[in-house]
């Protein structure tokens, strides 16, 4: 019997991956944890542990004194928050990936999950259907800690047989909760203001184009991946995940399509260079061939579901 402790369970993933975790394994098997006082209204179904990563000791008593056997690491500064506190960023990202690799390590879990990103790649890395082995020059230090992040996690696999696997999302999009300080968030912002019948203004130039994903989609390939036989998972740095690319304009347009009267203005801020950094799509062949990843959402999909279920109060609530 697995028992999964789900850390940064109060996030954009997490919410989600909790609930989708505990339909498949049984609310009780699936610990939500994150340094936030109180559980997310939509997790109370199951148990929550106030937990921060950063707490070496705690987190191996509790994993050690509960006999967790997978941990889903997500607990991390997203790029665009990173840039504001790069010291934080760097100790957040890593000092709580060695605390989870060194429980595995000495035998305490038996699989670990930990996501990368796409922010791996950098201004020198092919920018159309960026290849899963390519240069990688990170340009933020929230890609700096990804790229050391999955060095760190195949080299404990091919020294410890720690059994870690991860996958390079692309941006999120989804309704659930809000996201937590990335440069794809406009991608979720602007259903925000649809929704409101309010202008939105993107801090992206209209052609930007970035690799993004809705969130089903996500948690249905973290999931295959973790449910995959070990054999089969042969990358243990991070697989490339593919699913939409498209621009701010391009999304709005889409919007438009259900929302004539939809309007958008440009003014781009710093999140423009980390985007500029980043692939405008991605080839995720590896992942298709070693555990039959496909996405299922396009954009024309992605729009009708976030325009149905996007709630304007999480915003006011914020
Ligand atoms: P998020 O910011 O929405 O959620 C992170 C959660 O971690 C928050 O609930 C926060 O309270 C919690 N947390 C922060 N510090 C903590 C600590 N010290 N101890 C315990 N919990 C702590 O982030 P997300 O979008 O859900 O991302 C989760 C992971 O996926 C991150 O590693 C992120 O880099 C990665 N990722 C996300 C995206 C995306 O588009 N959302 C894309 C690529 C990779
Ligand atoms: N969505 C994430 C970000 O923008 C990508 O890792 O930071």
């Known amino acids: 019997m697995s028992k999964i402790l789900v850390i940064g369970a109060g996030g954009q993933i997490g919410t989600e991956l909790v609930l989708a975790l505990r339909k498949l394994k049984g609310n009780q098997a699936v610990i939500a944890a994150d340094v936030k006082d109180t559980c997310p209204s939509l997790l109370a179904e199951g148990p929550y542990v106030k937990m921060d990563i950063l707490d070496r000791e705690l987190v191996r008593g509790y994993i050690i004194n509960n006999a967790i056997t997978e941990v889903y690491l997500l607990a991390a500064l997203l790029s665009a928050t990173a840039e504001k506190n790069p010291d ?3 100790k957040l990202n890593m000092e709580g990936l060695f605390t989870i690799l060194d429980l595995a390590k000495e035998g305490h879990l038996s699989k670990i999950f930990w996501p990368s990103s796409i922010a791996v790649f950098g201004p020198t890395t092919p920018m159309d259907n960026t290849p899963q082995h390519t240069i990688m ?7 700096i800690s990804k790229q050391a992040g999955e060095r760190w996690c195949e080299y404990y696999f091919n020294k410890f047989s720690v059994d870690v696997r991860s996958i390079r999302y692309p941006g999120l999009i989804s309704y659930k909760s809000l996201p937590g300080g990335g440069t794809t968030d406009y991608a979720v912002d602007i259903f925000y203001k649809a ?3 309010e202008k939105f203004t993107c801090f992206l130039k209209e052609d930007t184009a970035l690799p993004m994903m809705f969130m089903d989609d996500a948690i249905n390939a973290t999931i295959q991946l973790m449910e995959a036989p070990s054999e089969n998972v042969k990358i243990r740095s991070a697989y490339n995940l593919g699913g939409i690319s498209f621009t701010p304009k391009t999304i709005s347009a889409a919007i438009k399509k259900v929302m004539p009267d939809f309007e958008i203005v440009y003014q781009p801020d710093f999140r423009q260079a980390i985007a500029d950094s980043w692939p405008n799509s991605i080839d995720d062949s ?7 990843w496909k996405h299922q ?5 992605m729009v009708k579901v976030m325009l149905e279920n996007v709630n304007v ?3 006011a609530a914020k």
Not at 137 to 143: A, I, K
């Open 286 to 292: 590896y992942a298709e061939k070693d555990w039959g």
């Open 297 to 301: 959402f396009d954009l024309d999909a």
């Open 195 to 197: 929704k409101a019948r």
């Open 137 to 143: 020059e990170p340009s933020t230090v929230y890609g």
């Open 88 to 90: 934080f960023a760097w």
């Open 313 to 315: 109060e999480l915003v």
